[in-house]
């Protein structure tokens, strides 16, 4: 139930096969088991793109029962059936979306960016359906408000506070109706996130610089100048074309002022200029996001104590 950052793969500790919990999902698919390599390395050799999404599909279909099941459980709660058993669940998810998410944002293609089109507003609906949860809270603030006579560890303390704080920041003291809206708010950001993703990207793409003189490039190595050669000839630029994106760079390592002048606007304008504009974008996504922190409380600071 750990955030994962995507650019990191995150490796899930789980020894486990995944619950076969639909008829795309069977031990054909590079994530239904933890993988057999050394740290259980994501076998990238196996995976294709067509398995990203039933495995993130089934996997938010058994952590969702998993973590019902812990809601759900008639014995009073404690550290074992209620903190623990959350860490040790979705674990399939958690392997999938470490991958995905790390192969969309070094490598991706426009099969993976309709697969995360279509799952991050159920990811986060997703997200919302556990944290927002009434029962499963109730169990884990009750470990909270009892944890000093727990005499747990130090370790298992933190998490208790952890999931604690993860749970009130994430909305879960909101009444029903702040709820309702917290959740809509959550689906529509990371819809937006993923669209100004996508534009980013595309607008990318689209700032061009060509040329056809060496001496224009002055500046880059030659294994730059092979590869801007290589992205020409993959946008189907005629021979001696050269091409780059990376206009980042321009200011310091392009060797003439002519280069440079006309390196920069082919970068910056497709950003902030239709048809591949992101501002329209970022200004919804900002909104979106800005109303949900609102009616969250802030994240406690890490250097206070928990009250």
Known sequence: ????????????????????????????????APSSLPFQAPPFDKIKDEDYQPAIEAGMAEER??????ADNPAPPTFENTIDAMEKSGQLLRRVRAVFFAVV???????LQKVRAIEAPKLAAHQDAIYLDAKLFQRVATIYKERAALKLDPESLRLVEWYYKDFVHAGA????????????????????SNAFSTKLLDATKAAAYMT????????????????????????GESPGRSWTSDASRA??????????????????????????????????????????????????SPRKAVG
């Open 212 to 235: 056809t003189d060496k001496e224009a490039l002055a500046g880059l190595s030659n294994a730059q100048i092979s590869a801007a050669a290589e992205a020409a000839k993959s946008r």
């Open 1 to 32: 139930m750990t955030t994962l950052l995507a650019a990191a793969v995150v490796i899930a500790l789980c020894t486990l096969p995944a619950l076969a919990l639909g008829a795309d999902l069977g031990p054909g698919n590079p994530f239904f």
């Open 173 to 192: 003291n909101l009444s029903d109706s702040d709820k309702i809206e917290l959740k809509k708010l959550n689906e529509e950001s990371a819809t937006l």
């Open 65 to 70: 029962k998993e973590v019902q099941a812990i």
């Open 105 to 111: 944002g070094a490598n991706t293609n426009p099969a």
């Open 251 to 300: 200011p310091t390592v392009a060797g003439s002022k002519s280069t440079r002048s006309a390196w920069y606007p082919t970068w910056i304008w497709p950003r902030s200029r239709r048809p591949n504009s992101c501002a329209g974008c970022a200004v919804s996504m900002c909104t979106a996001f800005s109303t949900g922190t609102s009616l969250r409380p802030r994240r406690q």
